[in-house]
């Protein structure tokens, strides 16, 4: 099971952490992500984190937002830096497993206002 955590409203330019809480240990994952639904488009990835500590961001997020684990909390965050009006969405913290099975958390908004 996942938690997400952490959104709310922000302005412009603000900065956000959300996080993902895993009832089970996440070194049992091989890919862990976040990603992102805004009214009326697809879900999006924005960011992933490999076991390896490897990672991967959409475009329009590079250099603003920052991916990262805590694998002895079994926790999963999301920095996000210089938030932008197109950054709402309903966040989601995703991982799959060495299956190929994924799981997803219930999601938490980010509101950004211009």
């Known amino acids: 099971q996942l938690q997400a955590s952490g959104g709310g409203l922000v302005q412009a330019g603000g900065s956000l952490r959300l996080s993902c809480a895993s009832s089970?240990?996440?070194?049992?994952?091989?890919?862990l992500g976040w990603y992102r639904q805004a009214p009326g488009k697809q879900r999006e990835m924005v960011a992933s984190?490999?076991?390896?500590?490897?990672?991967n961001y959409g475009d329009s997020v590079k250099g603003r937002f920052t991916i990262s684990k805590d694998d002895a909390k079994n926790m999963l965050y999301l920095e996000m830096n210089d938030l932008k009006a197109e950054d709402t969405a309903v966040y989601y913290c995703?991982?799959?497993?060495?299956?190929?099975?994924?799981?997803w958390g219930q999601g938490t908004l980010v509101t950004v206002s211009s």
């Open positions: 995703n991982v799959r497993n060495y299956g190929g099975f994924d799981f």
């Open positions: 089970g240990a996440i070194f049992q994952f091989r890919i």
């Open positions: 984190i490999m076991t390896n500590d490897d990672t």
